[in-house]
């Protein structure tokens, strides 16, 4: 079955030349044209991944995140024709995937797509009812969820991934650039900012002291790794 991709933006123009290019790559493809009309179809539709524009009108695209957010964990990619660090940086908080600045090339946005659909199908790769205890946390590989101390823990599906790849490399130190590549699914797109904001984001889940982390290490100058006690 192909994947279905919901397209959000208020520019019609830039709508129907993302129908042509997606639908040409074989995907299924849904429109909307405003904030409203985006989280309505998006719980109507269940689409497999959403590209939102960040101005819209109604709802601003960083209201629609929150809004799909708080009750799916479908990839969002997240476009803006700001090339700016705080936009960039709100619509990660807020749980997008992924973002392309305007004009972006169809290649590249592509790319993307491609490799957050694959990773999204690949969740099922791991050994069914595998689980990982480490400390207080609980990760089941086949639920997709975290628990801990007996509360599951609300990760986004990129949140997730991260702590899967961290939690089954144990105590391998990471840069920022392979966990593009590993996690995020390409090599020389992307902005390592992103690996950040991602691992600021799961530490605030799954810490105690995000600020005195447990689980999750920096090593100054090299990158990140996961482990139970800091090497």
Same mark, same amino acid.
């Given at each position: 079955m192909n994947a279905k991709i919901l397209i959000v933006d208020d520019e019609k123009p830039i709508v129907d030349i993302l129908c042509f290019n997606l639908q040409k790559e074989g995907y299924s493809v849904i429109t909307a044209y405003d904030g409203h009309e985006a989280i309505k179809k998006a719980f109507d539709e269940k689409p497999d991944l959403i590209l939102l524009d960040v101005m819209l009108p109604g709802v601003d695209g960083f209201g629609v995140c929150k809004s799909i957010r708080s009750k799916m964990k479908t990839p969002i990619i997240m476009l803006t024709a700001k090339d700016d660090e705080v936009d960039k940086v709100?619509? %990660?908080?807020?749980?997008?995937?992924?973002?392309?600045?305007?004009? =972006? *090339?169809?290649?590249? $946005? /592509?790319?993307?797509?491609?490799?957050?659909?694959?990773?999204?199908?690949?969740?099922?790769?791991?050994?069914?009812?595998?689980?990982?205890?480490?400390?207080?946390?609980?990760?089941?590989?086949?639920?997709?969820?975290?628990v801990k101390n007996g509360r599951?823990?609300?990760?986004?599906?990129?949140?997730?991934? %991260?702590?899967?790849?961290?939690?089954?490399?144990?105590?391998?130190? =990471? *840069?920022?650039?392979? $966990? /593009?590549?590993?996690?995020?699914?390409?090599?020389?797109?992307?902005?390592?900012?992103?690996?950040?904001?991602?691992?600021?984001?799961?530490?605030?889940?799954?810490?105690?002291?995000?600020?005195?982390?447990?689980?999750?290490?920096?090593?100054r100058g090299v990158g990140y790794y996961f482990s139970e006690k800091e090497i």
């Amino acid at each position: 079955m192909n994947a279905k991709i919901l397209i959000v933006d208020d520019e019609k123009p830039i709508v129907d030349i993302l129908c042509f290019n997606l639908q040409k790559e074989g995907y299924s493809v849904i429109t909307a044209y405003d904030g409203h009309e985006a989280i309505k179809k998006a719980f109507d539709e269940k689409p497999d991944l959403i590209l939102l524009d960040v101005m819209l009108p109604g709802v601003d695209g960083f209201g629609v995140c929150k809004s799909i957010r708080s009750k799916m964990k479908t990839p969002i990619i997240m476009l803006t024709a700001k090339d700016d660090e705080v936009d960039k940086v709100l619509g %990660l908080e807020l749980g997008a995937d992924d973002y392309v600045t305007k004009p =972006f *090339s169809m290649r590249e $946005l /592509l790319a993307r797509i491609k490799a957050n659909l694959r990773r999204t199908i690949m969740n099922g790769d791991v050994s069914d009812g595998q689980v990982i205890t480490a400390g207080d946390l609980k990760i089941d590989f086949l639920k997709y969820e975290v628990v801990k101390n007996g509360r599951v823990l609300d990760l986004t599906s990129r949140e997730f991934e %991260l702590l899967k790849f961290l939690v089954t490399n144990k105590n391998q130190i =990471f *840069s920022r650039e392979t $966990l /593009l590549e590993k996690v995020w699914g390409y090599e020389y797109y992307g902005d390592i900012r992103t690996v950040d904001v991602t691992i600021r984001r799961l530490r605030e889940k799954i810490e105690d002291d995000p600020s005195n982390p447990r689980y999750i290490y920096t090593k100054r100058g090299v990158g990140y790794y996961f482990s139970e006690k800091e090497i």
